[in-house]
């Protein structure tokens, strides 16, 4: 097993209850392993939850970690997958001085190179939303930048696997419990 230092995506199914983000955490902390991004929201099935945490750690870490997230009574199951094993985006968005979008030309050039969207305009600002890979919301983040951003923000990532998990059957099992 490689002791080389990977980004993963760890998936954990869970039952929606009131301080398991604490005590997921609480697991990473123990280990001195700083999470890049989480994001949760509802899975596939009805009342089960999906964790997508990412991070940067050996192949042995991701197996630990996995094992020590399975053992909390709320999670269902945990899963480890590579970079290479996922289709994965985030998504930000910027608001920025309205007067740029007609006084630089060069903003428009930027919003349709970027396959960005325009949210909404007022007389104040524009908000724009952008979803991608994290370098090309970077890169997209330097080039405003130069004229000025009044707030970013960028989610955490989002993903699915490209072979099929037998989550759905685990999940499926757990529902009818």
Do not use: W
């Amino acid at each position: 097993m490689s002791q080389e230092i990977k980004t993963f995506t760890i998936s954990v199914y869970t039952e929606n209850n009131i301080g398991l983000l604490n005590r997921i955490s609480a697991i990473f902390q123990r280990r001195h392993i700083n999470i890049e991004s989480l994001t949760t929201s509802q899975s596939e099935i009805k009342n089960v939850n999906r964790f997508v945490i990412v991070v940067k750690i050996t192949e042995e870490q991701a197996i630990k970690l996995v094992g020590q997230i399975e053992k909390q009574v709320e999670a269902i199951r945990a899963y480890y997958h590579t970079n290479e094993e996922t289709i994965f985006t985030e998504s930000c968005m910027f608001k920025i001085k309205s007067d740029l979008l007609f006084d630089e030309p060069q903003i428009q050039n930027i919003i349709k190179e970027s396959d960005s969207r325009i949210v909404t305009v007022n007389k104040e600002f524009f908000v724009l939303e952008k979803t991608g890979r994290r370098f090309e919301i970077e890169a997209l983040r330097e080039k405003f930048e130069v004229y000025g951003i009044m707030q970013f923000v960028r989610s955490g990532r989002i993903a699915v696997t490209k072979d099929e998990m037998k989550v759905s059957e685990i999940l499926e099992a757990f529902k009818n419990q």
